[in-house]
């Protein structure tokens, strides 16, 4: 639900599922953790294409067509996103809501769109 939620499949942290994704202990000591985002390119290139195999049920406001998914099936409030990072204070980080407000209005196409990835059985 944030525009740069659309640069992968799959973000680190905010994903899950129901049946156990074969030798994953494997696939994990076998990737590269030195590079950043290191995390999500795993999740890309190893666990995304099982979920397309098996069927995915997603939500996302800025990247259903290329991804899959459905926007959220709660209004935002404000610039609040899933994943989003506070500082001690609790205020978001200025450059997440920034990227938000001039993303928000290309969102509209997820609205009113259905674009799951697949069947969810």
């Known amino acids: 639900d944030h525009p740069s939620h659309s640069l992968f499949s799959i ?12 030798h ?23 666990v995304w294409p099982i979920m397309l195999h098996f069927g995915v049920f997603q939500h996302d406001d800025f990247s259903c067509a290329l991804y899959g998914g459905k926007a ?14 506070f500082d001690a204070d609790g205020n978001m980080r200025p450059m997440d809501i920034q990227t938000l407000r ?10 009113y769109g259905d674009y799951h990835a697949g069947d969810p059985t």
């Open 72 to 85: 959220l099936p709660t209004p935002r409030i404000g610039y609040e996103h899933i994943g989003a990072v």
């Open 102 to 111: 001039v993303g928000l209005p290309g969102a509209i196409e997820c609205l």
């Open 24 to 46: 994953i202990e494997q696939l994990m000591a076998s990737s590269d953790r030195s590079i950043y985002f290191a995390d999500m390119v795993f999740l890309r290139e190893n």
């Open 11 to 22: 973000s680190g942290g905010m994903w899950g599922g129901r049946r156990p994704i074969p």
